[in-house]
């Protein structure tokens, strides 16, 4: 199980600190509304995990990866959502240096950015068949499922703390000062990347 659990580990870090729709979105809270946001949104993207692992272990993640109708379901709530995050970033005003040193003392609701790291992350069809596709392909169908959820577990914490360490570099003085200078650009360019995502997995078939 030793050799299983390493394997798993190494696939999933790699997966892991790939940019892709939870990286655009945990630096978005970050910069936009400061370090809480951002460390809260990284634990609402690990705590996802646990929903994908969930249903991977009980079989339902195959059967929705070999279900059009499923699969598209998913994959058409995912694509909106992250066009939807990506039209309201690309809309959103500028950031300054003084509305960012704001944000950085602002009360935003906690509940708002861990569900948008969640949701980020549950909404991914890609998400679905990496899981689906990791399981069964270095999991033995013999490991217990406790341990399996083991294997969850860690994962869900090796991804909080890595987007936890984004949320930290995102919001150093360095960064903000860095972000006050481009905030017009970082606006559209985190836009244009989240709605281009959108389309991306708007593409996604099941295989």
């Not at 939807?84 to 500028?94: T, Y």
């Not at 602002?106 to 596709?133: D, E, Q, W, Y």
Request: one cysteine or more.
């Amino acid at each position: 199980m030793a050799t299983e659990f390493l394997s798993l580990m190494a696939v999933f870090v790699i997966a892991a600190i790939t940019p892709g729709a939870d990286f655009a979105c945990v630096t978005r809270e970050s910069v936009m509304f400061g370090r809480r946001a951002g460390i809260l949104a990284a634990i609402g993207v690990g705590s996802a995990i646990m929903f994908h692992v969930t249903y991977t272990v009980l079989g339902i993640g195959l059967i929705v990866a070999q279900s059009v109708v499923a699969f598209t379901i998913v994959k058409w709530l995912g694509a909106a959502y992250l066009v939807w995050l990506g039209v309201q970033s690309f809309r959103a005003p500028a950031p300054t240096a003084l509305t960012l040193e704001a944000a950085q003392h602002a009360a935003r609701p906690a509940r708002r950015s861990l569900a948008i790291g969640a949701m980020t992350n549950l909404l991914n069809p890609k998400a679905t068949l990496f899981f689906v596709s990791l399981f069964s392909t270095i999991v033995s169908p013999s490991t217990p499922i406790a341990v399996q959820f083991g294997y969850g577990i860690t994962m869900s914490m090796v991804l909080a703390a890595w987007f936890t360490i984004v949320a930290l570099f995102f919001t150093t003085v360095t960064m903000r000062a860095a972000f006050a200078r481009i905030g017009r650009w970082f606006n559209r360019v985190t836009g244009l990347m989240l709605i281009v995502l959108g389309v991306r997995v708007a593409l996604q078939r099941a295989g």
